[in-house]
């Protein structure tokens, strides 16, 4: 006899790591990061994304917060 069940795609958030933002993380402050940009070299928040609303900043490049910097 065969139990022929649907195999479930596995969830791959089951041990996500939560990467802070860098710059709160300076305050003592736990911000959990959007970003992470390679300008700065930072994990960011959206507080702290916002900087690069601001000239200068605006052609960071921004990706994926990136996890053991
Ligand atoms: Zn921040
Ligand atoms: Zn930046």
């Known amino acids: 006899m065969t139990t022929n069940r649907p195999i479930q795609p596995k969830v791959e958030n089951s041990e996500v790591e939560i990467i802070w933002c860098d710059a709160c993380l300076k305050d003592d402050q736990r911000v959990e990061a959007i970003v992470y ?33």
């Not at 930072?42 to 490049?61: A, D, S, T, V």
């Open 37 to 69: 940009c390679h300008d700065c070299e930072k994990n960011l928040c959206e507080q702290c994304e916002m900087i690069h609303q601001f000239p200068g900043y605006k052609n960071h490049r921004r990706t994926r917060p990136k996890p053991g910097l």
